[in-house]
């Protein structure tokens, strides 16, 4: 049993109950109690005194490319389209040793940014790059974050009218069988599992309707969830028209990709009625502001979107168009994007904390068991140390954290095991994992144009 007591507890659970002074008592994988005042008496366990601290679910992260953590900082000032182009040659190279490198190191940036859930999207696979699954997934176990790996796929190469190179490409028969037997291998659909696996084609200019199809197949015989990127670009939508003869959001629609079980990087460019379409099929959305910003993409309808009730979850999106990798910070990005669309109440602080938590595990489908501090939901959540020189004198902590510095993280339990304490990794060395990712950056450094 662990003990957290003395905390501003901000449940983020349906009646948005917070308590002053609250407790949370963990027990194994699970919480065992949450509430005002100091835990219940008869209680015995560790003792976490977390005075002058806010205690909130573990931030979940909807969309990820961890491997793009060893291509920091090229292409600065592209297009999603010229920025793809210049990186596939460099992803090319990936083997999976620079992958596994790069999600680690990726992995425990995320988790000292407060994220204790992250889905990521892998849909680079080189014909010599080993397996990249596998590198995935031993890096998640040694930073020990719970981990929803989206096995992605592209098979529409340049000379099939797609974007990326041919070289890059799988077949569509293989992509099918490799995401198939990501999920024979991985996939763990138990109550509080670590690792799930989903189906994820790329993204409408990478992939054949064929693919689209088959995998939207093969997930909903398998019971996994459907991902991949739309409605990212103008240059997307422009494309989409000409090529298809309808937007984004209705092609997707046309390959049976609207759904509960589905949700969606981006949904920058949808019109009124495609939100509406979104909300009433219960489709997700993973906004990803840092990275819309960076790539110049446009500004997602959140206001839109959440008011037609479409589960919106925060995600970094790959580092590569997002070089700061933190979860934290997509907090203060959401409002700051909402509220230069909408003005200042398109978006509140309490809304996206609730988006990087209680509606990205809507997005996973894991509603039942993360994004809320209640009595039986598994036991991942953050204490933020709120009462240091960045945040001393907020009255309300919860704006301390979405509004100002990402504060440190004094505890995270991922499954009720400690990932950080005191701003650390305890599961890894982070210098080495640093160490580590130089070396795999430099090795794909003989690739820059
Ligand atoms: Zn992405």
Same mark, same amino acid.
């Given at each position: 049993m662990l003990v957290i007591e003395n905390a501003v507890v901000v449940t983020v659970d349906a009646a948005g109950s917070e308590y002053h002074g609250g407790h949370v008592v963990v027990d194994g994988e699970r919480i065992a109690a949450v509430g005002a005042g100091p835990a219940p008496e008869g209680v015995s366990g560790e003792r976490v005194d977390a005075g002058g601290c806010l205690v909130t679910p573990g931030l979940v992260n909807t969309h990820h490319h961890l491997y793009q953590w060893a291509t920091?900082?090229?292409?600065?000032?592209?297009?999603l389209f010229e920025w793809l182009v210049t990186l596939y040659p460099v992803w090319g190279r990936l083997d999976a040793q620079i992958t596994r490198s790069a999600a680690a190191a990726g992995l425990a940036r995320l988790a000292l940014t407060g994220c204790t859930t992250v889905a990521d999207h892998h849909y680079v696979f080189p014909r010599d790059g080993g397996d990249q699954m596998a590198a995935l997934v031993d890096a998640v176990r040694a930073v020990g974050v719970r981990a929803h790996l989206v096995r992605g796929s592209m098979d529409r190469g340049a000379s099939d009218g797609g974007l990326p190179p041919d070289h890059l490409v799988e077949g569509t028969d293989a992509a099918l069988a490799g995401t198939e037997e990501a999920i024979d291998t991985w996939h763990d659909p138990t109550p509080g599992a670590e690792l799930r696996v989903a189906v994820g084609p790329c993204s409408p200019f990478t992939v054949s309707d064929e693919l689209m199809t088959g995998a939207a197949e093969l997930a909903r015989g398998r019971g996994v969830r459907l991902h991949t990127h739309l409605a990212e670009t103008l240059d997307e939508q422009e494309r989409c028209r000409a090529e298809y003869g309808r937007d984004p959001v209705a092609h997707a629609e046309a390959l049976g990709?609207?759904?509960?079980d589905v949700w969606l990087a981006h949904t920058v460019h949808v019109s009124p009625a495609e939100v509406r379409e979104l909300g009433a099929t219960g489709t997700g959305s993973a906004h990803c502001p840092t990275s819309n910003g960076r790539l110049g993409t446009g500004i997602a309808p959140v206001r839109d979107l959440l008011d037609a009730g479409v589960p919106v979850g925060l995600g970094v999106d790959g580092a590569a168009s997002n070089e700061s990798g933190g979860l934290g910070e997509q907090l203060h990005q959401a409002v700051l994007q909402a509220r230069q669309r909408? #003005?200042?109440? $398109?978006?509140?602080p309490r809304e996206a904390l609730r988006m990087a938590t209680a509606d990205g595990a809507r997005c996973l489908g894991r509603q039942d068991e993360l994004g809320s501090l209640e009595? #039986?939901?598994? $036991?991942?959540l953050v204490v933020w140390a709120t009462d240091g020189l960045p945040h001393a004198g907020i009255d309300d902590p919860v704006a301390a954290l979405v509004l100002g510095?990402?504060?440190?993280?004094?505890l995270s339990l991922v499954g009720g095991r400690r990932v950080v304490t005191d701003g650390a990794l305890r599961t890894a060395d982070a210098a080495a994992l640093a160490a580590d990712l130089r070396a795999a950056s430099r090795r794909l450094e003989g690739t820059r144009p």
């Open positions: 920091r900082g090229w292409a600065t000032d592209a297009t990709w609207l759904g509960e909408g #003005g200042p109440r $398109a978006l509140a009595p #039986g939901k598994l $036991a991942d510095a990402v504060p440190e993280v004094r």
